[in-house]
Protein backbone atom coordinates (compact mmCIF):
# COMPACT_ATOMS: atom_id res chain seq x y z
CA UNK A 1 0.00 0.00 0.00
CA UNK A 2 1.27 3.49 -0.92
CA UNK A 3 2.50 6.20 1.48
CA UNK A 4 0.32 8.69 2.14
CA UNK A 5 1.75 12.51 0.84
CA UNK A 6 -0.05 15.47 -0.96
CA UNK A 7 -0.10 13.59 -4.03
CA UNK A 8 -2.59 11.56 -2.81
CA UNK A 9 -5.01 14.05 -1.99
CA UNK A 10 -7.73 14.88 -4.70
CA UNK A 11 -7.67 18.95 -4.49
CA UNK A 12 -8.99 21.51 -7.36
CA UNK A 13 -6.42 24.10 -8.83
CA UNK A 14 -5.77 26.27 -5.50
CA UNK A 15 -4.94 30.05 -5.93
CA UNK A 16 -1.82 31.39 -4.28
CA UNK A 17 -2.90 32.40 -0.77
CA UNK A 18 -5.86 30.50 -1.42
CA UNK A 19 -7.69 28.75 2.29
CA UNK A 20 -9.35 25.76 2.88
CA UNK A 21 -11.91 25.29 5.60
CA UNK A 22 -10.99 22.01 7.24
CA UNK A 23 -13.65 20.33 9.91
CA UNK A 24 -11.86 18.50 12.62
CA UNK A 25 -13.82 16.12 15.52
CA UNK A 26 -10.22 15.47 16.76
CA UNK A 27 -10.62 12.05 15.54
CA UNK A 28 -8.20 10.22 13.14
CA UNK A 29 -9.08 11.31 9.71
CA UNK A 30 -9.48 15.26 10.43
CA UNK A 31 -6.54 15.22 12.28
CA UNK A 32 -4.33 13.58 9.58
CA UNK A 33 -6.26 15.67 6.55
CA UNK A 34 -5.60 19.16 8.58
CA UNK A 35 -1.68 17.97 9.43
CA UNK A 36 -1.07 16.69 6.03
CA UNK A 37 -2.54 19.95 4.70
CA UNK A 38 -0.69 22.25 7.01
CA UNK A 39 2.79 20.52 6.15
CA UNK A 40 2.37 20.69 2.87
CA UNK A 41 1.94 24.66 2.30
CA UNK A 42 -2.18 25.09 2.49
CA UNK A 43 -3.38 27.56 4.36
CA UNK A 44 -6.11 26.34 6.41
CA UNK A 45 -8.33 27.63 9.08
CA UNK A 46 -9.91 24.47 11.25
CA UNK A 47 -13.68 24.76 12.91
CA UNK A 48 -15.18 22.48 15.11
CA UNK A 49 -18.58 21.70 16.35
CA UNK A 50 -18.91 20.26 20.12
CA UNK A 51 -22.24 19.16 19.89
CA UNK A 52 -22.50 17.97 23.74
CA UNK A 53 -23.87 14.69 23.13
CA UNK A 54 -21.35 12.70 24.99
CA UNK A 55 -20.95 14.91 28.18
CA UNK A 56 -17.34 15.31 29.33
CA UNK A 57 -15.93 13.35 26.45
CA UNK A 58 -17.12 16.22 24.12
CA UNK A 59 -15.60 18.83 25.71
CA UNK A 60 -12.18 16.56 26.16
CA UNK A 61 -12.61 16.85 22.17
CA UNK A 62 -13.24 20.46 21.75
CA UNK A 63 -9.78 20.87 24.29
CA UNK A 64 -7.71 18.52 22.11
CA UNK A 65 -9.10 20.50 19.47
CA UNK A 66 -8.01 23.56 20.59
CA UNK A 67 -4.30 22.62 21.61
CA UNK A 68 -4.38 20.66 18.06
CA UNK A 69 -4.69 24.35 16.50
CA UNK A 70 -2.90 26.41 18.58
CA UNK A 71 0.50 23.66 18.19
CA UNK A 72 -0.55 23.87 14.49
CA UNK A 73 -0.58 27.42 14.74
CA UNK A 74 -3.65 27.32 12.75
CA UNK A 75 -7.11 29.73 13.04
CA UNK A 76 -9.85 27.96 15.05
CA UNK A 77 -13.51 28.24 15.07
CA UNK A 78 -15.76 26.45 17.35
CA UNK A 79 -19.88 26.35 17.68
CA UNK A 80 -22.11 24.75 20.21
CA UNK A 81 -25.16 24.61 18.95
CA UNK A 82 -28.63 23.96 20.27
CA UNK A 83 -30.05 20.63 21.77
CA UNK A 84 -30.86 18.33 18.51
CA UNK A 85 -34.50 16.59 18.06
CA UNK A 86 -33.01 14.06 15.59
CA UNK A 87 -29.09 13.60 16.51
CA UNK A 88 -27.53 12.56 12.82
CA UNK A 89 -30.12 14.92 10.55
CA UNK A 90 -29.71 17.77 13.20
CA UNK A 91 -26.05 17.26 13.92
CA UNK A 92 -25.04 16.71 9.60
CA UNK A 93 -27.65 20.33 8.99
CA UNK A 94 -25.84 22.21 11.98
CA UNK A 95 -22.39 21.21 10.67
CA UNK A 96 -22.57 22.15 6.92
CA UNK A 97 -24.84 25.32 7.65
CA UNK A 98 -22.06 26.57 9.82
CA UNK A 99 -19.39 25.81 7.66
CA UNK A 100 -21.18 28.06 4.73
CA UNK A 101 -21.64 30.95 7.26
CA UNK A 102 -17.85 30.66 8.32
CA UNK A 103 -16.86 29.91 4.42
CA UNK A 104 -19.20 33.10 3.24
CA UNK A 105 -17.93 35.38 6.06
CA UNK A 106 -14.34 34.66 5.56
CA UNK A 107 -14.61 34.55 1.62
CA UNK A 108 -13.43 30.69 1.79
CA UNK A 109 -14.70 28.72 -1.25
CA UNK A 110 -13.54 25.41 0.03
CA UNK A 111 -14.81 23.29 3.21
CA UNK A 112 -12.53 20.33 3.40
CA UNK A 113 -13.81 16.88 5.51
CA UNK A 114 -11.67 13.66 6.00
CA UNK A 115 -14.22 11.09 4.25
CA UNK A 116 -11.99 8.42 2.83
CA UNK A 117 -12.13 5.28 0.56
CA UNK A 118 -13.52 2.89 3.61
CA UNK A 119 -15.60 5.40 4.37
CA UNK A 120 -17.30 5.47 0.42
CA UNK A 121 -17.85 1.47 0.92
CA UNK A 122 -19.74 1.98 3.75
CA UNK A 123 -22.25 5.12 2.38
CA UNK A 124 -22.64 2.75 -0.89
CA UNK A 125 -24.25 0.20 1.63
CA UNK A 126 -26.07 2.09 3.72
CA UNK A 127 -27.70 4.03 0.72
CA UNK A 128 -28.12 0.46 -0.89
CA UNK A 129 -29.89 -0.49 2.88
CA UNK A 130 -31.93 2.63 2.76
CA UNK A 131 -33.74 1.69 -0.59
CA UNK A 132 -31.88 3.82 -2.95
CA UNK A 133 -30.89 1.75 -6.26
CA UNK A 134 -28.31 2.47 -9.02
CA UNK A 135 -28.10 6.14 -7.73
CA UNK A 136 -27.02 5.34 -4.39
CA UNK A 137 -24.19 3.71 -5.97
CA UNK A 138 -22.48 7.21 -6.69
CA UNK A 139 -21.42 7.44 -3.45
CA UNK A 140 -19.40 10.87 -2.16
CA UNK A 141 -17.99 12.78 -4.40
CA UNK A 142 -14.49 14.30 -4.22
CA UNK A 143 -16.35 17.72 -4.90
CA UNK A 144 -19.39 19.30 -4.77
CA UNK A 145 -21.08 22.72 -4.37
CA UNK A 146 -22.37 23.91 -0.87
CA UNK A 147 -24.14 27.19 -2.57
CA UNK A 148 -22.98 28.85 -5.13
CA UNK A 149 -19.87 30.57 -4.15
CA UNK A 150 -18.63 27.50 -1.82
CA UNK A 151 -17.49 23.90 -2.19
CA UNK A 152 -17.43 21.15 -0.18
CA UNK A 153 -13.81 18.86 -0.53
CA UNK A 154 -12.95 15.53 0.12
CA UNK A 155 -9.29 15.56 -0.35
CA UNK A 156 -9.08 11.96 0.58
CA UNK A 157 -11.46 10.30 -0.69
CA UNK A 158 -8.51 8.20 -2.89
CA UNK A 159 -6.64 7.36 0.81
CA UNK A 160 -7.64 3.80 2.83
CA UNK A 161 -7.87 4.03 6.01
CA UNK A 162 -5.06 1.98 7.21
CA UNK A 163 -2.80 4.07 5.03
CA UNK A 164 -4.08 7.12 7.25
CA UNK A 165 -3.23 5.37 10.13
CA UNK A 166 0.31 4.84 9.44
CA UNK A 167 0.31 8.46 8.27
CA UNK A 168 -0.60 9.25 11.95
CA UNK A 169 1.97 7.12 13.17
CA UNK A 170 4.74 8.32 11.41
CA UNK A 171 4.03 11.52 12.49
CA UNK A 172 3.27 10.65 15.46
CA UNK A 173 0.28 12.19 15.93
CA UNK A 174 -2.72 11.92 18.96
CA UNK A 175 -5.97 11.59 18.12
CA UNK A 176 -9.62 11.01 19.82
CA UNK A 177 -11.60 7.81 20.11
CA UNK A 178 -15.78 8.50 19.27
CA UNK A 179 -16.89 5.21 20.81
CA UNK A 180 -19.85 5.60 18.78
CA UNK A 181 -18.43 4.97 15.77
CA UNK A 182 -17.68 1.34 17.28
CA UNK A 183 -21.23 1.42 19.38
CA UNK A 184 -24.56 2.63 18.94
CA UNK A 185 -27.67 1.89 17.02
CA UNK A 186 -26.97 3.83 14.05
CA UNK A 187 -27.04 2.18 10.61
CA UNK A 188 -23.77 3.50 9.61
CA UNK A 189 -22.01 2.02 13.13
CA UNK A 190 -24.13 -1.39 12.32
CA UNK A 191 -22.55 -1.55 8.74
CA UNK A 192 -18.75 -0.47 9.83
CA UNK A 193 -19.23 -3.54 12.67
CA UNK A 194 -20.15 -5.94 9.79
CA UNK A 195 -17.03 -5.02 7.39
CA UNK A 196 -14.85 -5.20 10.54
CA UNK A 197 -16.30 -9.36 10.72
CA UNK A 198 -14.63 -9.94 7.35
CA UNK A 199 -11.45 -11.12 6.78
CA UNK A 200 -8.45 -8.82 5.51
CA UNK A 201 -7.82 -10.82 2.22
CA UNK A 202 -11.76 -10.72 1.54
CA UNK A 203 -12.57 -7.43 2.64
CA UNK A 204 -9.88 -6.06 0.52
CA UNK A 205 -11.58 -7.60 -2.53
CA UNK A 206 -14.93 -6.37 -1.48
CA UNK A 207 -13.46 -3.10 -1.21
CA UNK A 208 -11.83 -2.87 -4.47
CA UNK A 209 -15.14 -4.59 -6.42
CA UNK A 210 -16.95 -1.69 -4.59
CA UNK A 211 -14.85 0.73 -5.39
CA UNK A 212 -14.59 0.09 -9.11
CA UNK A 213 -18.42 -0.40 -9.56
CA UNK A 214 -19.00 3.36 -7.60
CA UNK A 215 -16.33 5.06 -10.10
CA UNK A 216 -18.10 2.95 -13.36
CA UNK A 217 -21.48 4.22 -12.28
CA UNK A 218 -20.50 7.72 -11.23
CA UNK A 219 -19.28 8.24 -14.70
CA UNK A 220 -22.61 7.32 -16.55
CA UNK A 221 -23.99 9.86 -14.15
CA UNK A 222 -21.34 12.27 -14.93
CA UNK A 223 -22.09 11.75 -18.16
CA UNK A 224 -25.70 11.91 -18.16
CA UNK A 225 -25.31 15.60 -15.93
CA UNK A 226 -23.50 16.50 -18.57
CA UNK A 227 -25.88 15.91 -21.29
CA UNK A 228 -28.80 17.32 -19.24
CA UNK A 229 -27.67 20.10 -17.29
CA UNK A 230 -24.44 21.72 -18.27
CA UNK A 231 -22.26 19.29 -15.61
CA UNK A 232 -19.21 20.89 -17.43
CA UNK A 233 -20.07 24.33 -16.70
CA UNK A 234 -19.50 24.07 -12.70
CA UNK A 235 -20.91 23.32 -9.38
CA UNK A 236 -20.70 27.65 -8.78
CA UNK A 237 -24.07 28.41 -10.28
CA UNK A 238 -27.13 30.86 -9.61
CA UNK A 239 -29.25 28.46 -11.76
CA UNK A 240 -29.74 25.09 -13.93
CA UNK A 241 -30.99 24.71 -17.01
CA UNK A 242 -32.15 21.22 -17.69
CA UNK A 243 -33.11 19.72 -21.34
CA UNK A 244 -36.20 18.12 -21.55
CA UNK A 245 -35.08 16.37 -24.24
CA UNK A 246 -31.59 14.81 -22.88
CA UNK A 247 -33.68 14.49 -19.87
CA UNK A 248 -36.36 12.56 -20.82
CA UNK A 249 -33.89 10.46 -22.79
CA UNK A 250 -31.74 9.26 -19.75
CA UNK A 251 -32.65 6.45 -17.94
CA UNK A 252 -35.66 6.02 -15.68
CA UNK A 253 -33.31 5.47 -12.52
CA UNK A 254 -31.53 9.31 -13.30
CA UNK A 255 -34.37 11.27 -14.28
CA UNK A 256 -35.65 11.66 -10.58
CA UNK A 257 -31.95 11.86 -9.09
CA UNK A 258 -30.94 14.55 -11.98
CA UNK A 259 -33.71 17.13 -10.39
CA UNK A 260 -33.59 16.58 -7.08
CA UNK A 261 -29.43 17.21 -7.34
CA UNK A 262 -29.92 20.64 -9.40
CA UNK A 263 -32.86 21.04 -6.31
CA UNK A 264 -29.90 20.59 -3.79
CA UNK A 265 -27.18 22.69 -5.28
CA UNK A 266 -29.14 25.69 -5.54
CA UNK A 267 -31.17 25.36 -1.71
CA UNK A 268 -29.64 22.44 0.36
CA UNK A 269 -32.48 22.38 2.78
CA UNK A 270 -34.74 21.77 -0.74
CA UNK A 271 -36.78 18.58 0.07
CA UNK A 272 -35.65 15.23 -1.67
CA UNK A 273 -38.38 13.40 -1.98
CA UNK A 274 -40.06 11.70 -4.94
CA UNK A 275 -43.26 13.97 -4.40
CA UNK A 276 -41.12 16.82 -5.72
CA UNK A 277 -39.88 14.74 -8.67
CA UNK A 278 -43.91 14.15 -9.26
CA UNK A 279 -44.43 17.56 -9.55
CA UNK A 280 -41.36 18.53 -12.02
CA UNK A 281 -42.09 16.15 -14.13
CA UNK A 282 -45.82 17.66 -14.28
CA UNK A 283 -44.48 20.95 -14.85
CA UNK A 284 -42.43 19.49 -17.35
CA UNK A 285 -45.48 19.12 -19.34
CA UNK A 286 -47.10 22.41 -18.66
CA UNK A 287 -47.75 25.22 -20.54
CA UNK A 288 -44.74 27.33 -21.11
CA UNK A 289 -44.11 30.14 -18.41
CA UNK A 290 -45.72 27.71 -15.46
CA UNK A 291 -43.57 28.19 -12.24
CA UNK A 292 -43.08 25.80 -9.71
CA UNK A 293 -41.11 26.57 -5.68
CA UNK A 294 -39.63 24.33 -3.44
CA UNK A 295 -37.42 26.68 -0.46
CA UNK A 296 -35.42 29.36 -2.62
CA UNK A 297 -35.56 27.79 -5.98
CA UNK A 298 -37.88 29.18 -8.54
CA UNK A 299 -38.56 26.03 -11.19
CA UNK A 300 -39.53 28.01 -14.69
CA UNK A 301 -41.29 26.26 -17.87
CA UNK A 302 -39.79 27.25 -20.89
CA UNK A 303 -40.35 25.93 -24.65
CA UNK A 304 -37.82 23.48 -24.49
CA UNK A 305 -36.30 23.12 -20.97
CA UNK A 306 -37.10 23.56 -17.40
CA UNK A 307 -34.86 26.12 -15.80
CA UNK A 308 -33.71 26.37 -12.03
CA UNK A 309 -33.16 29.89 -10.61
CA UNK A 310 -32.53 30.05 -7.02
CA UNK A 311 -34.66 33.10 -5.91
CA UNK A 312 -32.71 34.15 -2.97
CA UNK A 313 -31.66 37.23 -4.60
CA UNK A 314 -34.96 38.06 -6.48
CA UNK A 315 -33.76 36.02 -10.12
CA UNK A 316 -37.13 36.28 -11.93
CA UNK A 317 -38.55 37.87 -15.04
CA UNK A 318 -39.54 40.92 -12.93
CA UNK A 319 -36.60 42.82 -13.30
CA UNK A 320 -36.35 42.42 -16.60
CA UNK A 321 -38.66 45.08 -19.25
CA UNK A 322 -38.65 44.86 -23.25
CA UNK A 323 -38.05 48.04 -25.10
CA UNK A 324 -38.96 47.50 -29.05
CA UNK A 325 -36.21 45.29 -29.95
CA UNK A 326 -34.00 45.23 -26.62
CA UNK A 327 -33.76 44.19 -23.57
CA UNK A 328 -33.40 45.96 -20.48
CA UNK A 329 -31.94 44.01 -17.83
CA UNK A 330 -31.59 46.39 -14.19
CA UNK A 331 -29.28 45.39 -11.42
CA UNK A 332 -28.97 42.21 -9.80
CA UNK A 333 -29.82 38.19 -11.14
CA UNK A 334 -32.04 37.55 -14.17
CA UNK A 335 -32.98 34.68 -16.12
CA UNK A 336 -34.23 35.41 -19.29
CA UNK A 337 -35.19 33.41 -21.71
CA UNK A 338 -35.22 35.12 -25.67
CA UNK A 339 -36.00 33.45 -28.85
CA UNK A 340 -32.68 32.31 -29.51
CA UNK A 341 -32.00 30.57 -25.53
CA UNK A 342 -31.50 31.84 -22.04
CA UNK A 343 -29.09 33.92 -20.46
CA UNK A 344 -28.67 34.27 -16.77
CA UNK A 345 -26.41 36.26 -14.68
CA UNK A 346 -25.73 36.73 -10.96
CA UNK A 347 -23.38 38.50 -8.99
CA UNK A 348 -20.97 36.22 -7.15
CA UNK A 349 -17.71 36.51 -5.16
CA UNK A 350 -14.36 37.30 -6.46
CA UNK A 351 -12.70 34.75 -7.75
CA UNK A 352 -8.67 34.14 -8.99
CA UNK A 353 -8.93 35.35 -12.49
CA UNK A 354 -6.53 31.98 -13.20
CA UNK A 355 -9.32 29.83 -11.73
CA UNK A 356 -11.98 31.45 -14.13
CA UNK A 357 -13.15 28.94 -16.92
CA UNK A 358 -13.20 30.15 -20.30
CA UNK A 359 -16.06 28.71 -21.84
CA UNK A 360 -17.93 31.20 -24.56
CA UNK A 361 -21.08 30.38 -23.77
CA UNK A 362 -20.31 31.29 -19.96
CA UNK A 363 -18.72 35.24 -19.40
CA UNK A 364 -16.89 36.35 -16.22
CA UNK A 365 -17.33 40.57 -16.00
CA UNK A 366 -16.27 43.06 -13.62
CA UNK A 367 -19.21 44.10 -12.12
CA UNK A 368 -18.22 47.51 -11.09
CA UNK A 369 -17.18 48.95 -14.26
CA UNK A 370 -20.48 47.71 -15.65
CA UNK A 371 -23.10 50.70 -15.42
CA UNK A 372 -27.02 49.34 -15.55
CA UNK A 373 -29.42 49.31 -16.81
CA UNK A 374 -27.44 46.58 -19.26
CA UNK A 375 -28.90 46.41 -22.50
CA UNK A 376 -29.46 43.26 -24.49
CA UNK A 377 -30.51 43.17 -28.44
CA UNK A 378 -28.99 41.92 -31.48
CA UNK A 379 -25.94 43.53 -33.11
CA UNK A 380 -26.13 46.53 -35.85
CA UNK A 381 -24.14 47.67 -38.73
CA UNK A 382 -21.49 49.85 -37.13
CA UNK A 383 -21.56 47.72 -34.14
CA UNK A 384 -17.71 48.14 -32.74
CA UNK A 385 -15.13 46.42 -29.34
CA UNK A 386 -12.47 45.49 -28.68
CA UNK A 387 -12.11 41.51 -28.63
CA UNK A 388 -10.57 39.63 -25.43
CA UNK A 389 -7.21 39.03 -26.13
CA UNK A 390 -7.00 40.68 -29.55
CA UNK A 391 -5.44 43.43 -28.65
CA UNK A 392 -7.65 46.00 -30.85
CA UNK A 393 -10.75 47.61 -32.07
CA UNK A 394 -13.17 45.12 -34.86
CA UNK A 395 -16.68 45.51 -35.94
CA UNK A 396 -18.61 43.30 -34.88
CA UNK A 397 -19.91 42.07 -38.27
CA UNK A 398 -15.88 41.83 -39.04
CA UNK A 399 -15.50 39.35 -35.99
CA UNK A 400 -18.18 37.51 -36.82
CA UNK A 401 -16.57 37.04 -39.80
CA UNK A 402 -13.08 36.22 -38.51
CA UNK A 403 -14.67 33.63 -35.98
CA UNK A 404 -16.47 32.06 -39.35
CA UNK A 405 -19.74 32.12 -37.75
CA UNK A 406 -22.18 30.50 -40.22
CA UNK A 407 -23.76 33.43 -42.60
CA UNK A 408 -27.15 31.59 -41.21
CA UNK A 409 -26.66 32.25 -37.06
CA UNK A 410 -24.84 35.65 -37.73
CA UNK A 411 -28.69 37.45 -37.63
CA UNK A 412 -29.22 36.19 -34.25
CA UNK A 413 -26.20 36.78 -32.38
CA UNK A 414 -27.18 39.32 -29.06
CA UNK A 415 -25.17 41.70 -27.80
CA UNK A 416 -24.71 42.77 -24.27
CA UNK A 417 -24.33 46.91 -23.87
CA UNK A 418 -23.18 48.57 -20.72
CA UNK A 419 -24.11 52.67 -21.96
CA UNK A 420 -23.36 52.15 -25.56
CA UNK A 421 -20.63 49.63 -25.20
CA UNK A 422 -19.78 46.62 -26.27
CA UNK A 423 -19.60 44.01 -23.25
CA UNK A 424 -19.94 40.73 -24.87
CA UNK A 425 -21.05 39.05 -28.16
CA UNK A 426 -22.86 37.05 -26.38
CA UNK A 427 -21.63 33.48 -27.01
CA UNK A 428 -18.51 34.43 -28.45
CA UNK A 429 -16.33 36.66 -27.06
CA UNK A 430 -16.35 39.79 -24.04
CA UNK A 431 -14.56 42.88 -24.76
CA UNK A 432 -11.13 43.35 -23.00
CA UNK A 433 -11.95 46.51 -20.97
CA UNK A 434 -14.92 44.35 -18.91
CA UNK A 435 -12.48 41.13 -17.89
CA UNK A 436 -11.61 40.25 -14.40
CA UNK A 437 -8.47 41.29 -12.89
CA UNK A 438 -6.68 41.03 -9.79
CA UNK A 439 -8.39 44.48 -8.54
CA UNK A 440 -11.58 43.19 -9.52
CA UNK A 441 -13.90 42.84 -6.25
CA UNK A 442 -17.17 41.87 -7.08
CA UNK A 443 -17.44 39.40 -10.61
CA UNK A 444 -21.14 39.06 -12.82
CA UNK A 445 -21.22 35.83 -14.06
CA UNK A 446 -23.56 35.44 -17.22
CA UNK A 447 -24.45 32.07 -18.73
CA UNK A 448 -25.82 31.72 -22.22
CA UNK A 449 -27.86 28.55 -23.31
CA UNK A 450 -28.95 28.59 -27.00
CA UNK A 451 -32.12 27.01 -28.01
CA UNK A 452 -31.84 23.48 -29.88
CA UNK A 453 -32.36 23.86 -33.92
CA UNK A 454 -35.33 23.44 -34.34
Known sequence: MSVLTSDSLI???????????????????SVVLAHLLSQNGYQVELAHVNYRLRGRESDEDEQFVREFA???????????????????????????????????????????????QDDQLETMLLNLLRGTGLSGLCGMRPLRPLNAACSLLRPLLGARRAQIQAYANANDLNWREDKSNKEGPYARTQIRNELLQIPT??????????????????????????????????????????????????????????VLEI?????ASAPRRESVVKVIEALAEAKTGKKATFGRVEIWKERDRVMFVHANNGASKTNIELSGHEVILQEGTFALNVSSGLLVGDVVQQVSPETIT??????????????????????????????????????VKSFLTNQKVPSSQRKDVQILLSEGKVVWVVGIRIDDAFKVSNQTKRILNIKWLPSAPQ
Open 11 to 29: LPVLGDRETLLVGISGGLD
Open 70 to 116: KRMDVPLHVLHPEDPKSVQTWARGVRYDWFQELSKAAGIRYVAVAHH
Open 201 to 258: ADYEAFLQAGIELQRSVSIIRGRIAQKCFGEEMGGHAPFYSLGLQDWKGAPHWAQGWI
Open 263 to 267: LQRLD
Open 358 to 395: HHPNEAFLDADKLSHPLILRKWQPGDRFYPLGLGGSQK
